[in-house]
């Protein structure tokens, strides 16, 4: 039962902890414009282009984001980000609801805090976990390792976390055949531009982010952005239906540029995903 426990709640986390960081998401087929209203602007491209440049360049940044999936889960994350090489950071994740939320009230916590490094994540769990887990409070979670996952899930996330900024929506945008400029708003007290779009997985032009959307079941996908004065994305919304529900992703970026800190856990707190998968399905 402890292996089988601990196992599962590794699992959910492999699958939960990247959605802090970013949501593929895709709306319903009824919601996708017509072909003849697909006909993209130059300004609004020009407009794009210049925010994807100006939010990569700046490396880093401070996330706020609440995501849903369904009935599977609904959370939020909070914490800063970069991705000058590879993406970094901490976040402090929250599960608010659904069955992952279930899972964790059984586990002693419904909160935990994730740290992002190069090579993997890791998250750090409550007392009662580390009863289960050998007395570790902190799980590794390789992304080579998460190719071990059930179906090849696993392989997807663990590439999807290692190639996924906060600028990808508006690559996304770049793709999408009726990008318009909705009005200018105020986020968050700041002025910002908002875009809008429909992006059709077979139109994405980064074949890496395609390969990502496809695999993840998604076909098509509305996002909604909002751009500062600095050219610096502030707010993203995304939406999608997914196999696993309706997925919606909102997500507040600021204080670009902030220093970013990631350290690896203790060694001797820390237990491996990989060898608690091999616990909970008696391989050797």
Known sequence: MQGTTVRRAGLALAATALAGVAACTSPDPADRPGADDRAPRGGSLAALRSAERATERAGSARVESTTTMGSLMSMTADGTLGWRDGIT??????????????????????????????????????????????????????????????????????????????????????????????????????????????????????????????????????VDIWVDERDLLVKKVEKARMPDGLMTQTAHYGDYGVRVRAERPPRSDTGDFEDLLRQGTGRP
Not at 177 to 189: A, I, L, S
């Open 89 to 222: 950071g901490t976040l402090t994740i929250t599960y608010t609801g659904g069955t992952i939320a279930d899972t964790m009230r059984r586990l002693g916590t419904t909160s935990m805090e994730a740290r992002y490094l190069p090579d993997a994540y890791y998250a750090r769990m409550g007392e009662k976990f580390a009863e289960k887990a050998g007395g570790k409070r902190w799980i590794r979670y390789g992304y080579d390792d998460l190719e071990a996952l059930d179906g090849g899930s696993g392989a997807h996330l663990g590439d999807q976390m290692r190639s996924t900024t906060p600028h990808q929506s508006v690559q996304l945008l770049l793709s999408s055949g009726d990008v318009r400029k909705t009005g200018e708003e105020t986020v968050r007290g700041r002025p910002a531009t908002h875009w809008s779009g429909t992006v059709d997985t077979a139109d994405v032009s980064d074949d890496g982010l395609r390969k990502r959307l496809t695999e993840a079941g998604v076909t098509s996908e509305t």
